[in-house]
């Protein structure tokens, strides 16, 4: 397997235009969970999904971020409208179920650095 | 709520020291823990993975404890060289949420 797959690696655009990250899990995996990274409030979970199903989206941090999973291959996170204060890293990461005597090591996409002026 | 604290934010040592790193968790029902390094402006690389019924695991100069009770992991380094540099997060997953720490910035002098 490839990995996890993100896309695109960067992305810059202007104040108000809408911006969708995308990302592909590593086949089989479960659960899939998106980050933001800055400086200065490092890792944040924004949301995760569990068998394409939105589980916790309470990292969201207003009604402009939505995510979605259409199927076990694919996922996305847009942003509409985008505001500076939106720049930082948006990382995803997939794990398999958590079961006795799997390995549920995470494994995380290369990231996609978005910045909004 | 699970919470992750790393200490300390940075540290910097020569060369050929070796060093430990710290991660405290305030929930102690956890699946795992894993350690993280990321290197500027790149992705997280995993390093090591504790399942909660483990207290360690090793990876050549690398070995990583658990003490679920407490809520303490430990990332012990070898033989510290300079590309050591870089920042280590820890990682513990909960029931379902994977939550990080802040990190802690290591830089090996040469």
């Known amino acids: 397997d490839a990995g996890v797959i993100q896309s695109p690696r960067h992305e810059v655009t202007e104040m108000g235009q809408e911006v969708t990250l995308r990302c592909k899990p590593i086949s089989g995996h479960d659960y899939l969970f998106w980050y933001r990274q800055t400086m200065m409030r490092g890792l944040e979970l924004l949301i995760y999904f569990n068998n394409n199903v939105p589980i916790d989206d309470s990292g969201m941090p207003e009604d402009r971020f939505s995510a979605k999973m259409p199927n076990a291959s694919f996922s996305t996170l847009k942003i509409q409208p985008s505001e500076p204060r939106d720049s930082a890293v948006y990382f995803c990461?997939?794990?398999?179920?958590?079961?006795?005597?799997?390995?549920?090591?995470?494994?995380f996409g290369q990231g996609t650095r978005l910045t909004v002026v | 709520k699970q919470e992750v604290t790393q200490i300390p934010a940075a540290l910097s040592v020569p060369e050929g020291e070796n060093l430990v790193l710290n991660c405290s968790f305030t929930d102690s029902a956890i699946y795992n823990l894993q350690w993280f390094r990321q290197d500027p402006g790149k992705g997280l690389t995993s390093l090591l993975l504790?399942?909660?019924?483990?207290r360690e695991q090793t990876s050549g100069r690398l070995n990583a404890s658990l003490d679920k009770s407490s809520g303490r992991s430990t990332l012990y380094i070898a033989a510290s060289q300079p590309g050591d540099s870089a920042t280590y997060l820890c990682?513990?997953?909960?029931?379902?949420?994977?939550?990080f720490g802040q990190g802690t910035r290591l830089t090996i002098n040469p």
């Open positions: 990461a997939s794990t398999p179920v958590l079961r006795v005597g799997i390995n549920t090591e995470a494994f």
């Open positions: 990682a513990v997953r909960g029931a379902q949420k994977l939550v």
């Open positions: 504790i399942q909660s019924s483990q």
